[in-house]
């Protein structure tokens, strides 16, 4: 069976703090890709970052860095010198290699005060 | 660039009631995913379709339905609506030629409000 699992329910910091964001996930299949979205208070869902099992490349986007570990099954997202509109659920999803449906994890949802 | 378009943006219904969702994929996207976000909780997958063909079935009630035309834009039809269907329903379309990794765009959601 596939699951993702964000541990932290709700995270709050302060304006200009690192914030790293949890996502293990399970999955038997070889193939598998894993994503990172972001929902905003408005409520869409905004694709952040994909990245497939045989790519274990770290990637940074700007303030964004992700951190892909599959010796721990991890997939971690790190948003540095944080702001305010950073504020949002941020959900872990995982795709296996033969279905296309993601599975999301239950979010976490980041506050960020000024 | 042009995204995924839900209508309509927001619905209320009465118990028992039918509703329509209609979805517009990113043109010359190939692949249709349904899923249903309740309050407070992650997205769930529903139903999928590729090249018009339903290609995955996740959680979809049975009094829920669903179809991709020739034009590949999708309808969810829903039945009998119960208080508990009152949810976000999010379309994305993907491009699956390029493999099952690649990346979903969501649209807006349509939020359904059963009273």
């Known amino acids: 069976a596939q699951k993702v699992t964000q541990a932290q329910t709700e995270i709050s910091v302060v304006e200009k703090e690192d914030v790293t964001l949890d996502c293990v996930y399970e999955?038997?299949?070889?193939?598998?890709?894993l994503f990172w979205y972001k929902q905003p208070p408005s409520g869409e869902l905004v694709f952040l970052i994909r990245?497939?099992?045989?790519?274990?490349q770290n990637e940074i986007s700007g303030r964004y860095s992700w951190n892909f570990q599959k010796s721990t099954s991890s997939f971690n997202f790190t948003i540095t010198a944080s702001q305010v509109v950073d504020s949002a659920v941020y959900f872990c999803?995982?795709?296996?290699?033969?279905?296309?449906?993601?599975?999301f994890g239950k979010g976490t949802k980041l506050s960020v005060k000024p | 660039a042009a995204g995924v378009i839900q209508s309509p943006r927001h619905l209320i219904k009465e118990k028992r009631e039918t509703a329509t969702l209609k979805c517009y994929p990113i043109?010359?996207?190939?692949?249709v995913y349904w899923y249903q976000q309740g309050p407070g909780q992650d997205p769930q997958f529903l139903i999928s379709f590729y090249e018009k063909m339903q290609s995955d079935k996740g959680s979809i009630p049975d009094r829920f339905s669903a179809q991709q035309f020739s034009d590949y834009h999708s309808e969810l039809n829903m039945s009998s609506l119960e208080l508990g269907d009152s949810a976000l329903y999010f379309c994305?379309?993907?491009?699956?030629?390029?493999?099952?990794?690649?990346?979903?765009?969501f649209g807006p959601g349509t939020r359904l409000t059963v009273t």
């Open positions: 990245r497939n099992s045989f790519d274990e």
């Open positions: 994305a379309s993907s491009l699956r030629q390029q493999g099952f990794g690649y990346e979903q765009y």
């Open positions: 999955t038997r299949d070889t193939t598998y890709y």
């Open positions: 999803a995982l795709s296996g290699g033969s279905q296309g449906n993601l599975i």
């Open positions: 043109p010359r996207h190939d692949t």
